[in-house]
């Protein structure tokens, strides 16, 4: 109103405020642009850090950057993912263990695997051909199914027996 009531009094006055006006709205909206980029860029980061690392202290970062109703997801979002977490931690440890467990199963089930092995090669003459031959297959056998199951244990393992190195 103010602005055509200047208009009807003095239009060269109208003119000037007219660009005034235009100019610091254009202004004003830039700013507040500007303002809500950066505030989006800062929730943005947080949440990220928040999805990365979902302990509490990056939970109350991302949740000062954000609204009520947001806030109460973010919290239901932030124990489900230390949930998930424990999960992979316990499952991680229970493969590690079965992984060592196999490990020295095979070590030890190879001990008298060894032992038949050490007797078959230096007491074949004691022994009949038949039952020498039925022992070294049962032998070969076991040792097979043993590196198998070994193979099958360490194929997704992460970690490996051996290294090399220039001597």
């Known amino acids: ?70 806030k109460s997801q973010l919290h239901v979002i932030g124990s489900l993912l230390r949930e998930r977490d424990q999960k992979i931690k316990e499952q991680n440890l229970n493969i590690q263990e079965y992984e060592e467990y196999i490990e020295i199963w095979a070590h030890e089930i190879k001990t008298p695997l060894a032992l038949m092995t050490f007797i078959l090669d230096n007491r074949e003459d004691e022994i009949s ?20 199951m070994l193979y099958y244990a360490r194929l997704k393992s992460a970690h490996v027996d051996y290294m090399f190195e220039r001597i």
């Not at 051909?129 to 198998?148: C, F, G, K, N």
């Open 1 to 70: 109103m103010f602005s055509i009531f200047l208009w009807l009094v003095d239009a060269d006055g109208f003119a000037r405020l007219l660009c005034g006006i235009i100019l610091g709205s254009l202004g004003l909206y830039c700013i507040s642009i500007l303002v809500v980029y950066k505030a989006e860029n800062r929730k943005e980061k947080a949440m990220n850090e928040f999805l990365e690392n979902p302990d509490f202290i990056h939970e109350e970062e991302a949740a000062k950057l954000v609204t009520g109703r947001e």
């Open 129 to 148: 051909p038949a039952v020498y031959h039925r022992l070294e297959y049962t032998r070969s056998q076991m040792q097979e199914d043993i590196d198998r």
